[in-house]
């Protein structure tokens, strides 16, 4: 169906770069430039041009996009169909699932590994990007299936509840913090505080929680921004700040001491993770099969 030409064109069209492409599908440059050429030779058009240092499509290279992304998604549901007709654990396909840092982390390694134990030959690929970032990826047709936190207006895509989780106030144990028991909110504007960075959905749930004290993060005068949520814990057992961290990431270090929960009245910070889909992929057998055994994984935790 779709030949490897086409892949090399779906990897430049989907990053505008050739050496994104050749990075990506691990061959030389040069060997993407000859497949593109193949096809521009075959379908006797122009697909991309350049304009100084950007890689633009043309319309004829948009079209073939289209076409490209409608075959591989056909092709990657064939495969598994044709494949699980006599024994559905012996199907074969491959599944590219896109989440966020805390999910990534604590959540999907485990689950990866039972599906992998009850369909060893279906491809799992994990890809780690902030919530917002995820969505792009799954519009771009990078990812078959995302995770994120939170819901947004999107109409082209679909959301299916997965679990929640709690993101704590947490500071190191040699903090002065850890001598008081109470922190109250206003008290932020001068606590040197440390943040994840824009786009994760870790950021976006202490915003909402500041708004419900009638604050902002804009209040927050002496505040560190860190991407990643490993990034910002272990920044945190080096300091002395406070910082907001999904209760699942701290577990072992509250335990043993080196983290301390603190308490600031009116910001428990409750948040929903997602599954997320393209309208045009829900009934993807392969994405549902996934869904289930996470969501009945999950279950007996």
Known sequence: MISFSHEVFFEVATHLSFSRAAEVLFISQPAITRHIQTLEKNYGASLFERKGNAVLLTTEGRLLLNYVVKGRELQRQLAFDLSKQEDIHQAKGSLTLGTSTTITLYVIPPMFSAFHQQYPNIELTLVNRNSENILKALLNHEIDLGITEGKKQLT????????????????????????????????????????????????????????????????????????????????????TCLGFLPLRSVVKQLKNGELVKLNIPGMTIQRAFYFVQRRDSEADKLNQLFIKLAKGYNKKL
Request: aromatic share 4%; hydrophobic share 40%; proline share 4%.
């Open 156 to 239: 082209a895509v679909k959301y299916q509840f997965f679990i929640s989780d709690e993101v704590v106030p947490v500071c190191s144990a040699r903090s002065n913090l850890v001598k008081r028991k109470t922190i109250q909110p206003d008290e932020l504007k001068q606590i040197p505080v440390a943040l994840r960075e824009r786009g994760s959905g870790t950021l976006a749930a202490v915003t909402e929680a500041l708004q419900k004290c009638k604050m902002s993060i804009a209040d927050i005068r002496h505040k560190i921004v860190l991407g990643g949520t490993e990034a910002l814990k272990n920044f945190l057992l080096d300091d």
